[in-house]
């Protein structure tokens, strides 16, 4: 298990498919194309809705889902704001600050 990422060190990791192929920089520079190209769809700039950005960095890798049981932090959970235990939490993959 990777001790550098948030939440309880015994939760599983789904890890996805660009960052294991092409690496962190691919993945990213993938999202960063995907984002313009949503935000400028019909030729005009525009907001990029959040929910599919989430879907799509969870595709690249660049979030990874964990199953966890316990609030990851006393301070900024968002979990632990939004329901019961256990959930499944989105953290940023290692390597992306």
């Given at each position: 298990m990777d001790s550098?990422?948030?939440?309880p060190p015994d939760a599983p990791i789904t890890a996805k498919k660009l960052v294991e192929t092409e690496g962190t920089e691919a993945a990213l520079a993938e999202f960063g194309?995907?984002?313009l190209k949503e935000a400028r769809g019909d030729g005009y700039a525009g907001d990029i809705d959040?929910?599919?950005?989430q879907s799509k960095a969870l595709e690249l890798g660049l979030l990874i889902?964990?199953?966890?049981t316990e609030p990851c932090s006393e301070v900024s959970c968002v979990?632990?704001?939004a329901g019961d235990f256990p959930a499944t939490c989105l953290?940023?993959?290692?390597?992306i600050e």
């Open positions: 550098s990422l948030p939440g194309a995907w984002c959040g929910g599919s950005v889902e964990r199953e966890v979990c632990a704001e953290f940023l993959a290692p390597g």
